[in-house]
């Protein structure tokens, strides 16, 4: 019988980017018959996985407890030197200069080349990067039912049929003054009762977006004054970040029509990205907001 | 010189000096319309204005309840009559157990005198206390550390008495939630055991919101927190054989409590009904 191999998956960034790393370690463990272990407990995430995802396909793990029993086998023979050297679990810090995740003693970059295959019984890749492939890594799952109540409760709240706009505007910023000014005379957003879901981080976009819309703008984030990304800010618990995160990513898919403008950075921010693909895979969304 | 206040301006002066205390009035679209599950269970305005006035650290070294508190003594101080004879049927010998709000330790002594082995307290003011329990470790957090907290599933009993209705709706300065409820309750089960049992003593009756006092959990709210705890059976507990024989049996039901009430043939019993979530 052939050992077991692993690799371990600490995806760091917003949703989004999480969700592409995801999706990559998925492909490479299939194509490598890897057990795969996703922990975002020490990442941006902050909380076990398995509280708000289980897995629908074999060889996954996401269950931090589960994980922290088998890695102590695992250290010695990880791909990072100065972690198999050191035989325990390690800490990162992102490397603006190497533009990727180091160990914080000795500077090694915490990921492998997938385009080849290795020996290591422990592969361990610790990253952010985005993409358009996080819907593909949200695939591999369903919500757990306390997310589906918390979410269709919300759903519940919204009318029928609803606007979904998001705006991001905290460490990326949008120039939502004018984009406001533009879709508020747009003939949809004139539309008798429409309502409007406003997606945003910013707690000033949505104190502002009703001095230009006639539609109710409805909004179910707590939401506090930040100037850093909800998923590295300190002044909101994990928890109620990461459900409400989720809880936006679904609303936004289950509108009737989506909004979501480039930021001044020129792009559009990972997660409208994430609601858009989302939203042409209806089957998927209907998949995982039941239970199994 | 004495300064008078009117009423009115009391408690407008109460909303300006308490931290996310707000008029039901005051309220956005998007909280007004999740209270209600999108207007499909009633709000009505029933406002307290100060129930923080104990201030924002609680000091219990000064109450006079211990391990060795009579069931008398203790029950004194729970407001609920009803609360020791229900208590009295359960067995804590041993366990670890999580209390989720808590303004009097009554309950903290009330399990120190069944031997439990560990109690947490979580509430939203910092706790002052050094109880003598001799056999029972006692620790708190407040709200904020327990949400900031990685969950270490440790405990095998859950209570909370008169405390989850009244999450995310500002009364006692906590930030406005209408999931406040059932978001405490699914980050507090993360902290429990596979086999954990759960307690919550709660107003029952018609779903409704009595803003700013409390919630009133019937058919749908119950359901949903069932749901969170993924605990699929709810039962009442019923009081020790004697105790409260004011409150015919029947009383201690769900199904008699979240019925719509028919005043004429139907007594209404006010009292917080202790559940019990069946995993």
């Known amino acids: ?292 | 010189m004495s300064l008078w206040l009117s009423k009115s301006a009391f408690y407008r002066y109460s909303l300006k000096l308490i931290k996310n205390m707000r008029e039901l009035s005051t309220l956005s679209n998007s909280d007004l319309t999740r209270f209600t599950d999108g207007f499909r269970i009633p709000i009505y305005r029933i406002m307290h204005y100060n129930s923080t006035r104990s201030g924002l650290q609680l000091d219990w070294n000064t109450i006079g309840l211990s391990s060795r508190s009579s069931d008398d003594l203790i029950s004194q101080f729970t407001h609920y009559e009803e609360a020791i004879p229900c208590l009295s049927n359960l067995d804590f010998s041993g366990a670890s157990v999580l209390v989720l709000g808590s303004s009097v330790p009554w309950l903290e002594c009330f399990l120190a005198t069944r031997d439990a082995r560990e109690i947490l307290t979580v509430e939203y003011r910092a706790i002052r206390w050094h109880p003598d329990f001799p056999r029972t470790e006692w620790s708190s957090l407040t709200f904020d550390e327990f949400m900031n907290s990685a969950p270490y599933p440790r405990f095998d009993r859950l209570i909370s008495y008169s405390s989850v209705e009244h999450s995310g709706l500002g009364r006692y300065g906590d930030a406005i939630d209408p999931e406040g409820d059932l978001i405490s309750l699914l980050t507090a089960s993360r902290w429990l055991t596979p086999d954990a049992r759960v307690y919550l003593a709660l107003p029952v009756g018609p779903d409704a919101v009595l803003f700013n006092r409390h919630r009133v959990y019937g058919n749908k709210r119950l359901k949903l927190i069932a749901r969170v705890l993924q605990t699929p059976n709810v039962r009442v507990v019923p009081p020790v054989p004697g105790a409260l024989a004011d409150v015919p049996a029947e009383c201690w039901s769900i199904d008699y409590a979240v019925r719509q009430p028919a005043p004429a043939d139907r007594p209404v019993y006010d009292r917080q009904l202790l559940l019990e979530f069946i995993r």
């Open chain 1, 1 to 292: 019988m052939t050992e077991r191999r692993y690799l371990l998956c600490r995806p760091e960034g917003g949703l989004n980017d999480q969700l592409v790393q995801i999706a990559k370690c998925i492909s490479y463990s299939r194509k490598h018959q890897r057990v795969l272990l996703i922990d975002t407990t020490p990442t941006g995430f902050g909380e076990n996985h398995s509280f708000y995802f289980t897995p629908k396909i074999n060889d996954l793990i996401n269950d931090t407890r589960k994980i922290n029993q088998l890695l102590p086998q695992l250290w010695a023979d990880s791909q990072v030197a100065s972690i198999a050297l050191q035989g325990t679990d390690y800490s990162a810090d992102w490397d603006e200069r190497q533009k990727t995740f180091v160990t914080s003693d000795k500077r090694e970059p915490i990921t492998f080349n997938f385009s080849l295959p290795h020996e290591n019984k422990l592969l361990i890749h610790h990253a952010c990067g985005g993409g358009v492939e996080g819907v593909d890594g949200l695939s591999a799952f369903r919500l757990n039912p306390p997310l589906i109540d918390l979410i269709s409760l919300r759903r519940r709240a919204l009318p029928e049929v609803y606007f979904g706009l998001h705006i991001r505007n905290t460490d990326y910023k949008t120039d939502f003054r004018p984009i406001f000014e533009r879709l508020s005379s747009h003939e949809l957003f004139t539309l008798d009762r429409m309502a409007i879901y406003l997606a945003t981080d910013s707690a000033e976009v949505l104190k502002v977006s009703g001095k230009y819309f006639s539609s109710p703008i409805f909004n179910f984030c707590h939401l506090v004054e930040v100037e850093r990304s909800l998923h590295t800010t300190r002044r909101l618990p994990k928890p109620v970040v990461n459900l409400d995160c989720l809880a936006d990513l679904f609303l936004l898919t289950m509108a009737k029509e989506f909004f979501a403008p480039k930021m001044i950075q020129g792009s559009y921010s990972g997660f409208s990205v994430l609601v858009h693909y989302l939203r042409q895979r209806p089957d998927q969304v209907r998949a995982m907001m039941t239970e199994s």
